[in-house]
């Protein structure tokens, strides 16, 4: 029931906060909701981390270890946005109306990630990562600047041109299951059904849903809209998209593998390989040269979703395992980055890495916490990135695949050192040296000092980053190892 | 089965796909906004009609839901929610530059016709499905055109029909490949289409009063300096 009621809260809050109490407490209930929303998603996880599987509603809702995950995933980061907004809407574009519209999309946005995982329908899942995008197009164009709207088109009109592609392949799925002769159109259903199918139909499908989905996902050559996106939205929208939107649709693609790569005359591991290291090599190179922060931090996304899904396509438990690993570093690091980003923009009143140098003398909190999150990011140690990809070499190494491994490490090394440059130069830099822009004072605006929320959303925020590099909770361990043997490995 | 089962309905499902492209083909090439969005509610009338003959032929009443939706959500929603959102002045532009002339754009939707065939035959040849040989193949060349025609249209309202050109290709291979779709996932992409129209339709509304044109293919603000 519990994964009944994880839809039904966030549905309940959006709805308080466009009714006339919203006026005033749409904050406090969108935060309330996502508190709620997280204690229950802690409860499904442990259960499915324990049982496999934990379904609901005659097997409407389901949910097994991998889903668990992204769930946990989704609900955490759910929270600290909802904190983080708070003072920072709040403060940007007062209260009033055009508040109660951001929580009440921001609920439904929410919500529409946390069904992605639970529902077993394929059909009805398809129809949710469609509403992601659609319910958080204002999102994205949230600031009604010209750049913001632009970047809130494209984001629409790619992704959704995407998911149209990943239909076509979802259906050819059900053809196939139809014509190997079984009925049920859910994820477990196709998993029955995929040995059976003709692998002429299989193919297509598989390749419409990797190309459809991986523009969702950021994946190269299909990244073009991310960097828009993901710089323009508000910072807790940024968290959001970057941190756990990335995360859900690509728990879609990883959902194929069980079900395609068990089926014969089909191998989708080169393909996982061979377009995960095309988008770790593209991002790393446009992390060398990238002049705004925000944008920074969206290629260091398409980053990770290509090691990700290497490690899903070198295959076997180990290397799934840091891919779980690696999900879960990554939505908490990069939830984390982006809401230092969004306490650095107040602080600095721009986004240009050039502009920025000294960061940690005008604002220590800023700078400290850009720091911390960049750190972690770029995956050094105690920092669980670092682990997860220390796992996911260690298995490359083992099951032989030498040149894969070889690449990834080049192209992980090299984005580490970008990313630490340039958050260096803008923390601890000197204003005027190495050629940046001296564009006189920052417009130091009512914002200049953080609110207390987006304070307290970094300390709450930075809890996890910390922990779960150093030490993995037992609970939390089981959830990671039952999301790998989902992954079929 | 094959063809030769219901060989009028057969023939009839031909004429519509082959009217059924040509109106794909039609949203590429056309300049006036107006036009592009007459075209489209006769293309979603065109799949209205390939789902009422499959509904006959195949005795589906899957297909009759289909062809109800469609009506009801692309020839009458969408248009409506369109006009509603999109100020009139819109619907009066004319594209003058365009990324490629007409020539070269239909050259290009010819290639994407013939790719669409080679992309169907292999799957044609595993299974042997009634119409599939008529309605995969064409509705994957309408989708190519639909994604051709999001790449090379710079107005808003176009590339939102270019859009949905994909998602009535989709359907119309979709209404032979599984005519038994269960009637939720129909529901579902019948409530999915008109909330893309109106995310679309409200913004392309305000990046019309915010910069004053609608011509997204021209926004060049965000990129790599």
Not at chain 1, 147 to 156: D, F, G
Not at chain 1, 179 to 198: D, I, K, N, Q, S
Not at chain 1, 342 to 360: C, D, K, S
Not at chain 2, 143 to 153: D, H, N, W
Request: aromatic residues 8%; contains cysteine; charged residues 10%.
């Amino acid at each position: 029931m519990e994964l009944a009621a994880v839809l039904v809260i966030p549905a309940l809050a959006s709805v308080l906060s466009l009714s006339p109490l919203g006026r005033r407490f749409a904050a406090p209930i969108t935060l309330a909701a996502s508190a709620i929303v997280l204690v229950l998603v802690a409860g499904v996880a442990e259960e499915a981390a324990r049982t496999g599987r934990v379904d609901a509603l005659d097997e409407w809702l389901t949910c097994d270890g991998l889903g668990a995950l992204v769930l946990l995933l989704v609900a955490f980061v759910g929270l600290t946005a909802s904190l983080f907004s708070w003072g920072y809407i709040r403060v940007e574009h007062g209260g009033g109306g055009k508040e109660q519209h951001y929580y009440g999309l921001f609920n439904l946005f929410v919500m529409s990630m946390l069904a992605v995982p639970v529902l077993a329908n394929v059909a009805l899942m398809w129809v949710a990562v469609e509403l992601t995008t659609l319910l958080s197009a204002f999102l994205v164009g949230f600031e009604d600047t010209p750049e913001a709207l632009e970047a809130a088109w494209k984001y629409v009109v790619l992704t959704t041109l995407g998911a149209v592609l990943a239909l076509l392949g979802f259906l050819i799925l059900y053809w196939g299951s139809r014509v190997a002769g079984f009925e049920p159109f859910t994820w477990v259903g196709l998993g029955e059904a995929a040995p059976h199918m003709p692998p002429a139909l299989l193919w297509p499908a598989f390749l419409l849903i990797l190309v459809g989905f991986g523009t969702k996902v950021g994946l190269v050559p299909m990244h073009t809209w991310l960097p828009d996106a993901h710089s323009q939205a508000p910072a807790a929208i940024c968290a959001l998209l970057s941190g756990v939107e990335t995360t859900t649709v690509l728990y879609v693609i990883l959902r194929l593998f069980p079900v395609i790569g068990v089926a014969p005359g089909l191998d989708a591991r080169p393909w996982f390989v061979g377009f995960g290291l095309l988008s770790v090599a593209i991002a790393t190179l446009l992390l060398i040269y990238v002049r705004d922060f925000k944008r920074l931090f969206a290629f260091s996304t398409v980053e990770h979703m290509g090691i990700i899904l290497v490690a899903a396509g070198l295959g076997g438990a180990e290397a799934h395992l840091g891919a779980a690993y690696q999900m879960t570093g990554h939505a908490i690091a990069k939830s984390f980055c982006f809401f230092a980003a969004g306490v650095a923009v107040i602080a600095a009143g721009t986004q240009e890495i050039g502009a920025v140098r000294g960061l940690v003398r005008s604002s220590p909190l800023a700078a400290m916490a850009l720091v911390a999150g960049g750190i972690a990011i770029a995956g050094a140690p105690p920092f669980a990135i670092f682990v997860s990809e220390f796992l996911i070499l260690k298995a490359g190494i083992a099951s032989g695949h030498y040149v894969t491994v070889g690449l990834l490490g080049l192209f992980v090394v090299v984005a580490f050192c970008a990313v630490m440059l340039h958050i260096n130069k803008m923390a601890f830099g000197t204003p005027g040296s190495d050629g940046s822009i001296v564009a006189g004072l920052p417009l130091p605006s009512a914002l200049a000092r953080p609110p207390l929320s987006c304070k307290a959303t970094l300390a709450l925020a930075a809890i996890p980053l910390l922990v779960i590099g150093v030490h993995v909770p037992a609970p939390l361990q089981n959830l990671l190892m039952a999301a790998a043997r989902a992954m079929g490995g | 089965m094959n063809s030769t089962a219901y060989p009028v309905i057969f023939a009839l499902d031909a004429l519509t796909g082959a009217l059924f492209l040509l109106t794909a083909i039609g949203v590429v090439a056309t300049r006036q906004v107006l036009a592009s969005l007459q075209l489209f509610i006769l293309q979603s009338l065109l799949l209205t009609l390939s789902a009422v003959l499959l509904g006959v032929a195949l005795g589906s009443v899957h297909l009759f839901a289909v062809a109800a939706i469609t009506i009801a959500t692309k020839t009458l929603l969408i248009p409506w929610l369109l006009r509603r959102t999109v100020s009139s002045e819109v619907y009066r532009t004319r594209e003058i530059e365009r990324v490629l002339n007409i020539p070269s754009s239909l050259l290009i939707a010819a290639a994407l016709v013939v790719l669409a065939y080679v992309v169907a035959n292999p799957l044609l040849r595993a299974v042997e499905v009634p119409f599939a040989q008529i309605n995969l193949p064409l509705g994957l060349a309408a989708m190519f055109l639909g994604v051709f025609t999001v790449a090379v249209r710079r107005e808003a309202v176009p590339q939102l029909l270019g859009l949905l050109a994909v998602e009535n290709g989709v359907f119309f291979a979709g209404v032979a490949i599984v005519p038994n779709l269960p009637v939720i996932a129909e529901l579902a992409a019948a409530v999915d289409v008109p909330v893309i129209t109106l995310v679309v339709g409200l913004l392309t509304r305000q990046i019309h009063q915010r910069l004053g044109t609608t011509a997204v293919g021209q926004l060049s603000a965000l990129r790599e300096h």
